[in-house]
Every structure is written in structure tokens, then in C-alpha cells.
């Protein structure tokens, strides 16, 4: 007998039986019973989560909710592994987003300097340290190396086919060789920045690259993130790295995660596939359908409310932890109007989705990203008009990925040719 959601001593952890693509039914329950409801946190407090989009925008854009300290929903299959699931409040421990190795004085303060873990002017001060280069006139102006690079990243499916895995063989290269590009990390170091931000390393590994990276750097400019911080006036060393390990590990997978998981979304919905084949032009609203209905974030970082909020008629108290549900809010009929949200449609006017966050937090690479997706789709279609799906590891129901509920991409097998299916 499954126990009723509202038993005080039922623990509320984040649905496991849901794909990148098909949601667990539980988040439209949970959207149903209200805008915000309970759900129990990793060190056994009981928070909130954010299920319906009017009510996530509010949390997303009101500086009365705190980054710290770092609290994460209970997962599935947490409780069972010993999390307190009983809903009592308990006092909660900031969490390392990654646990430093032997690393020196420096190399700790740099760590505590992510952005999503700081607040107010601290938070601001190094935004807006980076945010020029990722302007949309930025993301414009790296258009055509993108387009030339994915053109490349073709011909190596080409030379494996017919048979490919198209998140490792395609876009895994595009969105590390992009973010290189956009960072500045030169051609001939792609290798080791592989072997460190995409394959596991130690921080104190990373934390070398990026040194040495900066001191070569240092007297070779370029039109790059880089470039950017090492000329910036009001930054020291430790913010400039600290900034940088962020950034060199940001976004990264989630560009990858998008592009395979809009493969498949096409390759699973032949009629979407055909109307983008038919209209290539449609690519830009697509990329947001993309993002809405593939959108990897099950819930964002946990914030917390720093004095009582209210919204939407439900008063938070202060010290509540409230998570914020992506996946639920960009399939809200409340926001989204009659057409069914829970579709996947090209056409849709996707834009407002929240895949990318939104507000003081909001995604600092969502241009580039749209439009290495943007690229990656495009450049896919025009090469392999028989593409078919062979089969996908976000067709089934994925752990998630701590410290935040995301989605991790996995191997998408595809056909070139359509004969391999
Ligand atoms: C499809 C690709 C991407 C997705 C889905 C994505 C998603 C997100 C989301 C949802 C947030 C907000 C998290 C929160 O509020 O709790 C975020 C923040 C952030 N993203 Fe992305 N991202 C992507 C690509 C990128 C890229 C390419 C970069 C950098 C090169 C990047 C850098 C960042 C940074 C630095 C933040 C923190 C912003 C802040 O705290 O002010 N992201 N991203």
C-alpha cells in the first residue's frame, strides 16, 4: 500500500521514476495540490519545493532568498540510504560543492568563491565580472567558429559510423571544444582540459592547469573570459581563479545534455522531426522547446528564504530551504495556457521557459548555449537526412546527480544511415 503523501512521517523526496523527457506523474500531482509544497531535505529538515512557474519566478527573482547555506532535496532512494526522512527540522551544514583535495590556502578560498553559492553585492561583484562576454552579441560573434567547428565534429560521426554514440561522439566535442573557445584555453591544451574538467581529477589537478594556464596567458591576450579577468581592475588572484574554476566546469555537461537529449527528443517524435526538416528556420523557437521540455534541472539550488516571504498567498518563514522545480514549472497549464504542455511541439512559443534558470541567478552562458544547440541540431539534420534513433539512455528512469536533482546525460545510439536500427 502506498503511503498517503500527506503522513507527517511519509518522507517527501524527489521523485526517481521519471526521464529527462517524461516527468514523473508526482510533479503534476504535487503542481496540483499547490504552488508550493513540502519536501524533506538530505540532512532531515523539511523544506518546500517551488512546483508551479508563477511561484518559481518570484523565489528566482526576490533577494530575500539565500544561497547558503547549501541544502539539497532528498532523492530517491536517499532515505533508504540513511537520510533522516522524518521531516524534523535539523540544523543544516553548508556543503562543498566539491570536496577539495590537498589543496593550498589560496586554492580553498578560491573554491568558496561560486557564484551560486554567494549572495547580494559579493554575488554582483563577480557577475559582473564575466557577463560582458556572454552577451548575445558575444555568442552572435562566435557563431561562425561554432558552425565551422561543428562541421568537423560531422566528419569524425562520419568516420565512425555508421553506428555512433551521439552525446560522446558529437556532443560531448562541441560543447568542450566551445567552452575552451569561449574561455580561452588554447587548441593545444584541449587534451588536458579533457582529462581534467570533463574526466574526473583532483581540485588540486585543476587548480595547477589553471595557474600555469593564467601565467601563459598573462602576456597573450585574446577576446576571451581569460583575457577578461586577468585585465580586470577590481579582482585579485583568488577571485580570478576562483571565478575561473567555476566557469571551466559550468555548463559544460548541461550543453552536451541538451544536445543529445533534443536528438532524441526528435528521433522519438517523427512529426517534430519532419516539421524541422521541412522548416529549418524554426530552429530558433525549437531550441527553446528544447530547453522547456528537456530541461535538466529537476530542481534548482536550494535557496533559503532569509526573513518571512509571502507568495502566492503562502507565507514562507524564515530559515525555510525552497527548492525551485524547473521540470514542473515548465509544464505548468496554469502558465503555459490550452495547448498541452506536457507535448513536445517545434512550434511552440517556448520563450519564458525556466531551463536555464532565471532571474539574480539566472544562466550566465544560456546565448552561447543556445547557440551551440542551435548549431549542433542544424548541422545534424543537414547531415544524415536518415538519421533514426537506436536507442537512448534518457528513454529510462536516471538517478540524479547530486549536489542539485539534474539529469545526466547518457549514451545516445543512432544510425546514420537508418539501416543499423
Ligand atoms: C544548455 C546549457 C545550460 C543549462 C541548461 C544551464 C542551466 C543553468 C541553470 C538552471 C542555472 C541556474 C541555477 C540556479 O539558479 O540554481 C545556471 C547558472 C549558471 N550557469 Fe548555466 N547552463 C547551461 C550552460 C552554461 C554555460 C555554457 C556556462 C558557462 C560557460 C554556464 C555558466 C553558468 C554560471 C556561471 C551560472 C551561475 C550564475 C550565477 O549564480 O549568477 N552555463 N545554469
Known amino acids: 500500500m502506498s503511503i498517503p ?36 531535505f538530505q540532512d532531515g529538515h523539511e523544506g518546500l519545493v517551488a512546483t508551479r512557474y508563477d511561484a518559481a519566478v518570484a523565489v528566482l527573482q526576490d533577494p530575500r532568498f539565500s544561497m547558503r547555506p547549501s541544502r539539497m532535496p532528498l532523492g530517491p532512494g536517499d532515505a533508504e540510504a540513511g ?80 553506428t555512433v554514440d551521439l552525446w560522446r561522439d558529437y556532443a560531448m566535442h562541441i ?40 601565467a601563459e596567458r598573462a602576456d597573450n591576450p585574446g577576446e576571451d573570459v581569460i583575457t577578461d579577468l586577468l585585465a580586470h581592475p577590481d579582482l585579485d588572484r583568488i577571485e580570478v581563479e576562483g571565478v575561473l574554476r567555476l566557469l571551466m566546469g559550468a555548463g559544460r555537461d548541461s550543453v552536451a545534455y541538451l544536445i543529445a537529449t533534443a536528438s532524441v527528443a526528435l528521433l522519438t517524435h517523427p512529426e517534430q522531426l519532419a516539421a524541422l526538416r521541412r522548416d529549418p528556420e524554426q530552429i530558433r523557437p525549437a531550441v527553446e522547446e528544447f530547453m522547456r521540455v528537456g530541461a535538466m534541472f529537476v530542481t ?18 524564515a530559515g525555510t530551504s525552497v527548492a525551485v522545480s524547473p521540470v514542473s514549472a515548465n509544464r505548468d497549464p496554469h502558465h503555459w495556457g490550452a495547448e498541452n504542455p506536457e507535448e513536445f511541439d517545434v512550434a511552440r512559443d517556448a520563450f519564458g521557459h525556466l531551463g536555464f534558470g532565471y532571474g539574480i541567478h539566472g544562466c550566465i552562458g544560456q546565448q552561447v548555449a543556445r547557440v551551440e ?19 537512448a539512455e534518457q528513454l529510462r528512469p536516471q538517478p540524479f546527480a547530486h549536489p542539485v536533482a539534474v539529469y545526466e546525460a547518457g549514451a545516445v545510439i543512432a544510425s546514420l544511415d537508418g539501416r543499423a536500427s
Not at 534548482?300 to 518563514?317: C, K, N, S, W, Y
Not at 542551435?374 to 536518415?386: E, G, Q, V, Y
Request: with cysteine; net charge negative; charged share 25%.
Open 83 to 162: 537520510g533522516s526522512a522524518h521531516g524534523e527540522r535539523a540544523e543544516a551544514e553548508a556543503v562543498p560543492l566539491e570536496l577539495p583535495g590537498a589543496l593550498d590556502e589560496a586554492g580553498q578560498a578560491s573554491d568558496a568563491l561560486n557564484l551560486l553559492n554567494l549572495d547580494g553585492d559579493e554575488h554582483a561583484k563577480l557577475r559582473r565580472s564575466v557577463m560582458p562576454r556572454f552577451s548575445v552579441r558575444q555568442a552572435r560573434a562566435r557563431e561562425e567558429w561554432i558552425r565551422t567547428m561543428a562541421d568537423e565534429q560531422i566528419e569524425h560521426l562520419r568516420s565512425l559510423g555508421p
Open 175 to 214: 560543447s568542450a571544444r566551445t567552452h575552451c573557445h569561449v574561455l580561452g584555453v588554447p587548441e593545444h591544451h584541449y587534451p588536458t582540459f579533457v582529462a581534467l574538467f570533463v574526466e574526473p581529477s583532483t581540485a588540486q589537478q585543476k587548480y595547477d592547469f589553471i595557474r600555469a594556464l593564467l
Open 300 to 317: 534548482l539550488f536550494a535557496r533559503t528564504a532569509a526573513e518571512d516571504v509571502e507568495i502566492e498567498g503562502v507565507t514562507i518563514p
Open 373 to 391: 544547440i542551435r548549431t549542433a541540431i542544424t548541422a545534424l539534420l543537414a547531415a544524415f537526412p536518415n538519421l533514426t534513433l537506436v536507442d
Open 5 to 40: 503523501a500527506e503522513c507527517p512521517f511519509h518522507a517527501r523526496s524527489l521523485p526517481g521514476d521519471g526521464t529527462p523527457l517524461t516527468p514523473s506523474p508526482q510533479l503534476a500531482a504535487w503542481r496540483e495540490e499547490g504552488a508550493f509544497v513540502p519536501l524533506d
